[in-house]
T-cell receptor, first 113, second 115 residues
Framework: SQQGEEDPQALSIQEGENATMNCSYK?????LQWYRQNSGRGLVHLIL?????REKHSGRLRVTLDTSKKSSSLLITASRAADTASYFC?????????????FGKGTKLSVIP | EAEVAQSPRYKITEKSQAVAFWCDPI?????LYWYRQILGQGPELLVQ????????DSQLPKDRFSAERLKGVDSTLKIQPAELGDSAMYLC?????????????FGPGTRLLVL
């Protein structure tokens, strides 16, 4: 399967704590992207990390990529109630002509005020 | 900030009826995507357009689904006849160019309920 698999499926934390969610995959990738989806809404792009990159930051978000273990993690520091959402990893497989992103099933994050 | 527009936001229909969804991508975006998202799952690509041409529709159930982007701008996704299993969120996205190397911008989605 070219789909990423997020872990855990659900996560509940207190406001101010850090949240870590993981994505594992089986195929070689060109890049891996993380998206957020608030309940009943469209997806919002968070970060894109390429296969030759190991870490990227954006505000309170930190994404790491370990291609040898075929896994990525998304860390949200100092979480806020507004971070409550589902988080999806999406993979672009490696290879010429590869253009289709495949999404995992997501991690549902609940941040309790 | 430019956004992807979709309408309607919600649609309730009876099985065997026809439904249509509309999407207006961000101006200048050549690539348009239609995804279907079943509750509790991630989005699955149905069809991808580059300008007015279909790049990939391998996951589109062509016996009942059709999609068009006649002038390479806005797009319509149609289901005829709708079945109970079509109940889902239908998401439209656009990107500047094709290939997953670029950010996809998603619309708010159309939630379809088939009774």
């Amino acid at each position: 399967s070219q789909q990423g698999e997020e872990d855990p499926q659900a996560l509940s934390i207190q406001e101010g704590e850090n949240a870590t969610m993981n994505c594992s995959y089986k195929t070689s990738i060109n890049n891996l992207q993380w998206y957020r989806q608030n309940s009943g809404r469209g997806l919002v792009h968070l970060i894109l990390i390429r296969s030759n990159e190991r870490e990227k930051h954006s505000g309170r978000l930190r994404v790491t990529l370990d291609t040898s273990k075929k896994s990525s993690s998304l860390l949200i520091t100092a979480s806020r109630a507004a971070d409550t959402a589902s988080y999806f990893c999406a993979l672009l497989p490696a290879g010429a002509g590869s253009y289709q992103l495949t999404f995992g099933k997501g991690t549902k994050l609940s941040v309790i005020p | 900030e430019a956004e992807v527009a979709q309408s309607p936001r919600y649609k309730i229909t009876e099985k065997s009826q026809a439904v249509a969804f509309w999407c207006d991508p961000i101006s200048g975006h050549a690539t348009l995507y239609w995804y279907r998202q079943i509750l509790g799952q991630g989005p699955e690509l149905l069809v991808q357009f580059q300008d007015e041409s279909v790049v990939d529709d391998s996951q589109l159930p062509k016996d009942r689904f059709s999609a068009e982007r006649l002038k390479g701008v806005d797009s319509t996704l149609k289901i005829q006849p709708a079945e109970l299993g079509d109940s889902a969120m239908y998401l439209c996205a656009s990107s500047l160019n094709s290939g997953g190397k670029e950010t996809q911008y998603f619309g708010p989605g159309t939630r379809l309920l088939v009774l």
